[in-house]
């Protein structure tokens, strides 16, 4: 698989992933975080109406130090 086409299926398994998530398990809330350095994820997350809700400051992960953006979704936002 091509990196054009991972990158072309990874929205598209987070779309069917919070859709699962809401309807199979009855969630109210789906959540989701990822590097503050990762502007490819935030940029995904914010496209797909997923609203950031805030900020970690320096957490340890992999041996470093790095901040973090929490974004959520609630059922009703979704549909």
């Not at 919070?18 to 809330?29: A, C, D, G």
Request: with cysteine; hydrophobic share 40%; aromatic share 12%.
């Amino acid at each position: 698989m091509s990196q054009v086409q991972i990158s072309m299926e990874t929205p598209r398994l987070l779309l069917r992933t919070f859709q699962n998530s809401h309807i199979e398990h009855n969630l109210h809330r789906v959540r989701a975080n990822c590097d503050q350095a990762n502007i490819a994820s935030t940029k995904l997350l914010e496209r797909f109406g997923i609203r950031r809700e805030g900020d970690v400051k320096s957490l340890w992960f992999k041996g470093d130090w790095v901040d973090e953006l929490w974004f959520a979704i609630l059922r009703d936002e979704w549909y």
